[in-house]
């Protein structure tokens, strides 16, 4: 299954958001995704399956005149459906990245923040999470010169927790009460970024040798694991 990584645009602002309805709760409104991507244009990704024309050949014959339409100039049948970005271009996951600019925080370093993270389901345990997020950091870093970066994650998460803490290696800062809505706690995390450290070059032929790899056994407790590596200070 052929899936590309590349920077995300205005176009994809609308695949985007489908991506974020689906599988998250903190959800935006377009012109966040807008501001985002116009304010730093090399900051942000998406992962793109090229590889749809088994799923557009499944269409039945009775929908197909009301969910596609023809691309004239480019000579091919367009899908109307918000999970693609093209014809069999279908976005299935996006990293929402910035950088701080808290004007309260004007005195800190370069820093960026990751906002949004999110890989439709039926694409997950494919790697695709932690190549988004491998871009986004580099750019930030390469692009942008931010010193490091910053990201909260609920508590109850612990996909995403394995993702940022064991393969990412961020730090947990502290523990945010009620940071959500529902009001869930968060995990205020940090990793300072390292240019040489992550180049695309590091990480090519990885897949190749798999005995590095953590996997998380969704038995563990993350937090005791937090507290025995030492962390000087937890809010609770």
Known sequence: MPITIRRATVNDIICMQNANLHNLPENYMLKYYMYHILSWPEASFVAINTDCSNEISNIEDKDEESLEIEDVENSKMVKLDPTYVGPGEKLVGYVLTKMNDDPDQQNEPPNGHITSLSVMRTYRRMGIAEKLMRQALFALREVYKAEYVSLHVRESNRAALHLYKDTLEFEVLSVEKSYYQDGEDA????????????????FAHRGKDKENVLEDDLESDLLEDILKEGIESIVV
Not at 187 to 202: A, F, G, R, T
Request: proline share 6%.
């Open 187 to 202: 995990y205020s995390m940090k990793k300072v970024l390292d240019l040489d450290e992550l180049h695309p070059k590091n």
